[in-house]
């Protein structure tokens, strides 16, 4: 999916960015949930953000969406200042939060026309659309159901939905599919994957799972106590930080001490499969014909041998000293702004 040329992009519609130049968010107390962050997004692409719980990355999507004002620094969104056109803004995206603000007692095609209503879609439009939303999301058998009785999933493709409704330029999704079950995860990123490909919808989306990221995102940046640590491509993050590695499994158990010392000579040890033994490479997969010679020459046999990828678990763990899931302590109160259906009144009202 990466470096794909988006039809926003071909069509020169720059309106589509996303600019943040030195943006701050700072809290009672002195503490910097965002730090002076620098990003750039192009028209038509997926960016991923990363980072640990408290890293800053919800606060960074509440500034970029109006939701809460900057402290220093600016950001423009679909050619819009998130500080004095703010209006402009909300009009120009979409956007799904991590908590779906729904009507329990509303069906999905009662909330399709209600958000028609407050972004002013005249009334023929308006149903057309929400049709054609509600089947593209695979929600029309249940359409006229109260969305109280909705499965999670169920309740995050609804809010998609809502958040496509007015054809926004560009979509935000923050951690859409934390606690979704894995044909529902499947079903959501093929479904941004498309809009991005085919409509030139420029998405960014924060997620905590690392696969997500990698099968969706053109580019990356990776947040860390408020700063960015890392961006670009997830194959150039791979390449720069992330060494592969090898895991051997001896022919004949007894052998696994030789092998092991072996393998020492290539790289660190890192821990393998049972009766296996594991070594991150010094110099990358090229090592891996002089490892054999290696093997051959201390006539040594061996029953299997693995080369594995770079993973981007690497390179979050080089670039924060932890790994992503559960990680990460708090900084600030994250203020709890409104949901994402308050955003499209605060829209459709400015």
Not at 268 to 278: F, T
């Amino acid at each position: 999916m990466n470096q794909r040329t988006h039809p926003a992009a071909r069509n020169g519609a720059a309106s589509n960015g996303i600019e943040v130049d030195r943006l701050t968010r700072e809290f009672k107390g002195g503490v910097r949930a965002v730090d002076g962050i620098d990003l750039a997004v192009r028209p038509g692409e997926i960016y991923g953000f990363l980072g640990p719980n408290g890293a800053g990355k919800s606060t960074t999507v509440h500034m970029l969406t109006t939701l809460l004002p900057p402290t220093s620094g600016s950001a423009r969104v679909a050619g819009h200042d998130v500080d004095t056109d703010g209006a402009a803004v909300r009009d120009a995206i979409g956007a799904a939060l991590q908590e779906a603000a729904l009507d329990p007692q509303l069906t999905a095609r009662d909330h399709v026309r209600l958000q028609g209503a407050l972004h002013g879609i005249p009334r023929q439009e308006r149903a057309r659309r929400g049709e054609e939303l509600i089947e593209r999301v695979g929600l029309t058998e249940a359409a006229d159901r109260k969305v109280g009785g909705y499965s999670g999933g169920m309740k995050r493709r609804l809010d998609l939905a809502l958040a496509l409704l007015h054809r926004p330029r560009v979509l935000f999704l923050d951690e859409p599919t934390t606690g979704l079950d894995i044909q529902s995860r499947s079903a959501l990123w093929d479904e941004v994957a498309r809009l991005a490909r085919d409509e030139g919808v420029t998405v960014f989306l924060t997620t905590q799972y690392l696969e997500e990221a990698d099968q969706l995102a053109d580019h990356l940046g990776i947040i860390d106590h408020g700063k960015i640590v890392a961006e670009g491509t997830p194959q150039a993050l791979k390449a720069e930080i992330g060494r592969p590695t090898v895991e051997v499994v001896p022919h004949q158990d007894e052998e696994l001490a030789r092998i092991t010392g072996v393998l020492e000579r290539f790289g660190e040890l890192v821990p393998g499969s049972p009766n296996a033994a594991a070594v991150r490479l010094h110099d990358g997969a090229e090592e891996l014909a002089d490892i054999v010679r290696a093997f051959d020459a201390a006539g040594l046999r061996i029953a299997n041998l693995e080369l594995h990828a770079a993973s981007l678990n690497d390179v979050f763990l080089a670039k924060t000293g932890r790994s992503l899931e559960g990680a990460g302590e708090a900084q600030a109160p994250e203020e709890e702004p409104t949901g994402g259906r308050d955003l499209v009144a605060q829209g459709a009202g400015a």
